[in-house]
């Protein structure tokens, strides 16, 4: 959870077919972008079920491994996100990439979570496909 941002979570789901029930693990990110002042934007309805546990941004990991202070890295994220959040106020549809996991995008006033593929094929090596499918939140 990042706080102003929004919760990343996985997700285990069951697909059917014709022939068979299929129990995937996929990415989902549900937003929490200071809604109230970000009345022209859209996103997805994407919500994390009550049963999963989320865990809080690691503040003491991220500045262990950039050897930044921690009170540093905390004011580093939460301005972060406030920039990002004034670029959407003011129409500036900018991507916001996280390493190795997903890009933030907004393209005509919606938002939305874009997980990378090697993201989804790290949680589900037996149903990639399904799994790509269902990851755009």
Not at 36 to 59: A, G, H, M, T
Not at 99 to 108: A, I, N, P, Q, S
Request: charge should be neutral; hydrophobic fraction near 45%; glycine fraction near 2%.
């Amino acid at each position: 959870m990042v706080p102003g941002l929004g919760v990343f979570a996985v997700i285990q789901e069951q697909f059917h077919s014709k022939e068979e029930a299929v129990s995937v693990r996929r990415p989902v990110f549900q937003m929490d972008l200071g809604v109230l002042w970000l009345e022209d934007v859209q996103s997805p309805n994407e919500i994390v079920p009550d049963c999963v546990k989320i865990e809080p941004l690691n503040y003491r990991q991220l500045a262990r491994a950039t050897a930044f202070p921690l009170h540093v890295v905390q004011l580093c994220v939460q301005e972060t996100i406030l920039l990002y959040c004034h670029f959407l106020k003011n129409k500036v549809h900018i991507s916001f990439a996280f390493k190795h996991l997903r890009v933030l995008t907004c393209k005509d006033d919606f938002l939305c979570m874009r997980f990378y593929y090697n993201c989804i094929a790290m949680l589900e090596s037996n149903a990639r496909p399904i799994a790509a499918l269902h990851s755009v939140s």
